[in-house]
């Protein structure tokens, strides 16, 4: 698929936009002045695959602790600012790689410029980030509600605000719950301009309500070549994100790291309890970086022909199994050792990768 056309900023060691992959990110929901807290979340954020991290700033203790938190971590940090510029001054003194911030709420020009001037002096990325649930008083009295010309015109009156100041190393985002409404948002906001575009369903709710919109909204701009950085936002511990925004990428063809599992849905011809086996296998891939196609499927009789574009994978009978290699059968298992010897296959696999 063909990518929306993007400026390429730098945000940290990472770039956004432009020709670079797409950006996975999440935010902690520690406190930030909880030091030891909030570098634990991150590396475990990190482990699982996320890109850049954003921090909530809400205190001066917050923005203290940012300096700390960013000299224990290998990933781009990002600091949540509201209302508060000095807040804004202190973040970008503790050393963060970006910030987050709507200018509108922030005061005065005056105040806005001296956070500027000095992310500029720094080179510092500044996201515009308009919700649908804080829209200025005035758009939502002229449009009646949440529209995608209401989010856009809001976008923009923050940019031009920055540009003003002859300030353009921005990205952009315009948020939602509502996935039609988010989706017309960024194809509306693609179409006038080229700043990197940071996309997300936000509330999406938990995990199981949070992931399908998420995978339907940003699966959706994504298809289209809308996207520059993702966050999956759901309710709950941020480490349920990573996942999500993997997977979507993965199905998508734009993330190629670490195993796909291919699992048939079950009929009336499986013979083997074809669920647990395929958890469990996706359980012990989660420690394989390597990008094989693993396969798990129900039926002898079809199953390695249909999974015939995987690496290697099993495909269940009545007490055994039958193992193979892009379609091709190279032996028979009994259940109690498919998990055991798959896995030998899949470990020779990754090594012999490697080794090449």
């Excluded at 010309?149 to 002859?166: P, S, T």
């Excluded at 892009?326 to 298992?333: A, F, L, N, S, Y």
Aim: glycine share 10%.
């Amino acid at each position: 698929m063909e990518r929306h056309k993007t400026q390429k900023i730098k945000l940290g060691n990472l770039f956004v936009g432009g020709d670079a992959p797409i950006v996975v990110q999440s935010m902690t929901n520690t406190k930030t002045d909880d030091v030891i807290a909030t570098v634990a979340q991150i590396k475990e954020l990190t482990k699982a695959g996320c890109d850049a991290v954003r921090c909530a700033v809400p205190t001066k203790d917050a923005a203290r602790a940012l300096g700390q938190i960013k000299e224990q971590i290998d990933i781009p940090l990002i600091a949540d600012i509201h209302f508060d510029y000095r807040l804004a001054l202190a973040a970008i003194e503790a050393g963060v790689d970006g910030l987050r911030l709507n200018p509108g709420n922030i005061g005065d020009l005056k105040q806005v410029q001296a956070v500027v001037e000095r992310a500029a002096q720094l080179e510092l990325p500044i996201r515009i980030g308009v919700n649908a649930g804080s829209l200025p008083k005035d758009l939502l009295e002229r449009y009646g509600h949440p529209t995608p010309e209401a989010l856009v015109k809001a976008a923009w009156r923050h940019i031009k605000i920055l540009e003003e100041i002859g300030y353009y190393n921005i990205k952009v985002s315009l948020k939602a719950h509502d996935v039609p409404l988010t989706i017309a948002a960024y194809r509306l906001m693609a179409k006038e301009c080229d700043y990197p575009l940071h996309v997300g369903i936000t509330e999406a709710g938990t995990i199981n309500s949070g992931m399908i919109k998420s995978a339907v909204g940003i699966g959706s701009l994504l298809a289209e070549g809308i996207g520059d950085t993702i966050r999956v936002s759901l309710t709950g511990n941020p480490l349920q994100e990573i996942p999500v925004a993997t997977q979507i990428l993965k199905a998508l063809g734009l993330r190629t790291n670490g195993p796909t599992l291919i699992a048939c849905p079950t009929c009336g011809r499986t013979q083997i309890s074809l669920e647990k086996l395929a958890l469990e296998v996706e359980k012990r891939l989660e420690g394989i970086k390597a990008p094989l196609k693993v396969a798990v499927m129900g039926c002898i009789v079809n199953g390695p022909g249909e999974a015939r574009e995987a690496d290697i994978g099993i495909a269940g009978g009545n007490g055994e199994a039958l193992l193979f290699k892009k379609g091709e059968i190279i032996q028979r298992v009994s259940e109690d050792m498919i998990i055991d010897v798959l896995f030998a296959e899949i470990d020779k696999m990754v090594l012999e990768r490697k080794n090449n």
